[in-house]
């Protein structure tokens, strides 16, 4: 049998998300189309079943205000 090799996966922190969504008075589907993604899928990286490419990344922070990469992002490890 081969070796797994760890890799990471980027989740969203839903609980950051949410705080900086009602900090800027928006709903999710606001957020949604100013990312340019639709609601349904930034549901689902909210929920943590997809992971955001580095672009919706990019946008994600741009539009929330946050500075920094932890603030809304969490680095999963898993087995593959």
């Known amino acids: 049998m081969g070796r797994r ?3 990471q ?7 950051a998300v ?4 009602n900090r800027r008075n928006l709903s ?5 189309r ?18 955001p490419s580095a672009e919706v990344r ?3 922070q741009s539009e929330l205000g946050a500075e920094h990469f932890d603030d809304l992002f969490v680095l ?3 087995q593959e």
Do not use: F
């Open 5 to 7: 090799r760890a890799s």
């Open 9 to 15: 996966r980027v989740l969203l922190k839903p609980e």
């Open 18 to 21: 949410w705080e900086h969504i």
């Open 28 to 32: 999710q589907n606001e957020l949604a």
């Open 34 to 51: 100013k990312c340019g993604i639709s609601s349904g899928y930034l549901s689902q990286l909210i929920t943590g079943t997809r992971s």
């Open 58 to 60: 990019r946008r994600l």
């Open 76 to 78: 999963q490890r898993s």
